[in-house]
Every structure is written in structure tokens, then in C-alpha cells.
């Protein structure tokens, strides 16, 4: 008999781990800045066990929203028909919108969550993730172009070439 961890593809193992690092931080860092602003304007922004909490179960549904759309992605690529899997992305993501406007509603209606530290938590895995892709495509720009030396001579090299070619 097999546990559901065997069933989850390493992919989404990976990815989801990875988000799910880049949510913690994320959520740490928004603490800090409410914290921040806290210091500055304490009778406006608050810091308190509701900021905590909030954040804390933000981040679950954000992590959880991932993982989610993962598996989903995982069983459309294994669906033959092609109408089946994008009928199982589009109930995917219906239900997962409604997973995370449901938490909104909680963490804007339950007085133990501050809203703004509940709701802002699911904006950073999407973020996240388009920031590594801009980090990697970055990345990936200066070893095609040969200037990820950090002398530059290779940048130098090719421009000179190209001047002298003129």
C-alpha cells in the first residue's frame, strides 16, 4: 500500500518546497515591516498575536493553493484527453480562487486574524516565482553573452572584435 507522498511527482515535491521557503521568508518579512511601521505609527498599525496569526495561516493557504495546482497539473499531464485535462485545470483553479477568497473572508472577518497580514502572504509565491524566473533568465543572458566574468575581459574582448571588424 502506498502513502500519498509516493504519489506526489519530485517536480512537485521540489517546487512546492521551494515556495513554500520563499513564503516563509516572505511572511517573516512582512512581520518585520508591520513591526517597522508599528514602531513608527503604533495607534494605526498594529503588532500583535493577530499579525502573527495572520501571516501564519496565509502563508498555509499559499503554500497550499501551490501544492494544490501542482497535483492538478500533475493529473492533467497524465490525462489522455486533452478536453478532460482542461476541464481538471479549470475546476483546479475555481477551486482553489475559492480556497483562498474563503480565507480572505476569515481573516478579515475573525477578529484573532489581522486582515492585511492574512491576505498579503498569498501575493508571494507569485511573486517570488517571477522573480527567480527574472533571476534565472538574468543569469542565463550574461553566460550566453560571456559577461559573467567578473573581470570583464570577455565583454571587452567581443566588443573590441566586433570594433575592429568594423
Known amino acids: 500500500m502506498s502513502n500519498f507522498g509516493d ?9 512546492t518546497k521551494n515556495v513554500a521557503i520563499y513564503t516563509v521568508v516572505g511572511v517573516v518579512v512582512m512581520w518585520v515591516g508591520f513591526l517597522i511601521l508599528h514602531l513608527i505609527w503604533p495607534e494605526k498599525i498594529p503588532f500583535d498575536y493577530r499579525v502573527i496569526l495572520g501571516g501564519i495561516g496565509g502563508g498555509a493557504v499559499a503554500v497550499l493553493n501551490f501544492f494544490l ?24 483553479y475555481s477551486q482553489r480562487n475559492l480556497m483562498q477568497m474563503l480565507w480572505a473572508v476569515l481573516a478579515i472577518v475573525l477578529p484573532c486574524f489581522q486582515f492585511a497580514a492574512g491576505i498579503l502572504p498569498l501575493l508571494i509565491p507569485g511573486t517570488a516565482i517571477k522573480l527567480m524566473g527574472i533571476k534565472k533568465q538574468h543569469k542565463a543572458l550574461n553566460l550566453i553573452s560571456g559577461e559573467s566574468r567578473k573581470d570583464g575581459t570577455a565583454f571587452l574582448n567581443r566588443n573590441c572584435e566586433a570594433a575592429i571588424r568594423l
Do not use: L, N, Y
Open 69 to 92: 495546482m501542482g497535483m492538478a497539473v500533475q493529473k492533467a499531464v497524465s490525462e489522455t484527453d486533452e478536453a478532460g485535462a482542461k476541464r481538471r485545470m479549470q475546476a483546479s
Open 7 to 15: 504519489k506526489v511527482q519530485p517536480a512537485v515535491k521540489q517546487e
